[in-house]
């Protein structure tokens, strides 16, 4: 059975410009999160979507945003790049409407923003 | 008062030893705690979950859950250096409803000496 799968894996960006960020689930599974990871703040929630629908969204300014496709999918954007968006940047799939049993996670993107 | 209190350590245990790793939570109408490890560069796995009260092992892994005192911990018995990784703590704050997310501790880092 395959992990999830995130793409791509490393990324360079500058100031200003605009990311979109990749994952697939693990087959089966409906609900993705996406968190981002930094060595100050650690891991901090940024949105869950399930069946296309985001169904619970954390701190984060407008900037960010996501979506979900009819195969569960996911893609992650953020506009207006900044320096301090400079992250290891993880999707989560999970199983079940209830995400009973936590999260499996993809091996992240890691995005620097020069 | 944050969500998920973590010592950041770093602990550091001999090999052989039993390593205990703490951690308190805010929300008491949790029902879903997790332990994810982390090793340097790869992204969180998950090893243990925790619904009742009480103890949950699994090979050398116990997890032990007080809701009274909103406190979980897990303990590692006959540390390798394989052990040695940042351990999260997690729970899934909002109950089991459909608006629910994980909220991860700023992990302890864990150091098993040989």
């Known amino acids: 059975k395959a992990g999830v799968t995130q793409t791509p894996r490393y990324l360079i960006k500058t100031r200003g410009q605009q990311v979109t960020l990749s994952c697939s689930p693990i087959?089966?599974?409906?609900?993705v999160s996406w968190y981002q990871q930094t060595p100050g703040q650690g891991l901090q929630f940024l949105f869950e979507y399930f069946s296309e629908t985001q169904r619970n969204k954390g701190n984060f300014p407008g900037r960010f945003s996501g979506r979900q496709f009819s195969n569960s999918r996911s893609e992650m954007n953020v506009s207006t790049l900044e320096l301090g968006d400079s992250a290891l940047y993880l999707c989560?799939?999970?199983?079940?409407?209830?995400?009973?049993?936590?999260?499996?996670f993809g091996s992240g993107t890691r995005l620097t923003v020069v | 008062q944050k969500e998920v209190e973590q010592n950041s350590g770093p602990l550091s245990v001999p090999e052989g030893a039993i390593a205990s790793l703490n951690c308190t939570y805010s929300d008491r109408g949790s029902q879903s705690f997790f332990w994810y490890r982390q090793y340097s560069g790869k992204s969180p796995e998950l090893i243990m979950f925790?619904?009742?009260?009480g103890d949950k092992e699994d090979g050398r892994f116990t997890a032990q859950l007080n809701k009274a005192s909103q406190y979980v911990s897990l303990l590692i018995r006959d540390s390798q250096p394989s052990d040695s990784a940042t351990y999260l703590c997690a729970f899934r704050l909002g109950g089991y409803s459909s608006a629910s997310k994980i909220i991860f501790g700023s992990g302890t880092r864990l150091s098993i000496r040989p």
């Open positions: 989560a799939s999970s199983s079940g409407y209830e995400t009973a049993y936590g999260y499996t």
């Open positions: 925790i619904y009742s009260n």
């Open positions: 087959s089966g599974h409906r609900s």
